[in-house]
Nanobody, 124 residues
Framework: EVQLQASGGGLVQAGGSLRLSCAASGFTFDDYAMGWFRQAPGKEREGVSCISTSDGSAYYAASVKGRFTISSDNAKNTVYLRMNSLKPEDTAIYHC?????????????????WGKGTQVTVSS
């Protein structure tokens, strides 16, 4: 059974930082690119970042580039998202999932590789 458990969310003031973690199990982690997606109330889901677990190449949404850093630890089957200089508009539920990059957009690989999210709230 595929499991993706995100953690590390919370309430932080604008300008602050958080680090999200996502522990994966039930599939061969380094066969997939892994990434983070977010969804805020009333907004469409947004692909935030996606990393190749084989070579470490990463993609970022324009809205977070330069502030967020994605990384992975294949030995721990875990993907991380370091979020700096947080803004109120970063407030959302953040999910990790298998991903791919196409047409300048980060996309979910498939519904089977989608995990429960963690809430990030940034106060102004």
């Amino acid at each position: 059974e595929v499991q993706l458990q995100a953690s590390g969310g919370g309430l932080v003031q604008a300008g602050g930082s958080l680090r999200l973690s996502c522990a994966a199990s039930g599939f061969t982690f380094d066969d997939y690119a892994m990434g983070w997606f977010r969804q805020a109330p009333g907004k469409e889901r947004e692909g935030v970042s996606c990393i190749s677990t084989s070579d470490g190449s990463a993609y970022y949404a324009a809205s977070v580039k330069g502030r967020f850093t994605i990384s992975s630890d294949n030995a721990k089957n875990t993907v991380y998202l370091r979020m700096n200089s947080l803004k109120p508009e970063d407030t959302a539920i953040y999910h990790c999932a298998a991903c791919y990059y196409s047409d300048f957009t980060i996309k979910v690989r498939g519904v089977d590789y989608w995990g429960k999210g963690t809430q990030v709230t940034v106060s102004s």
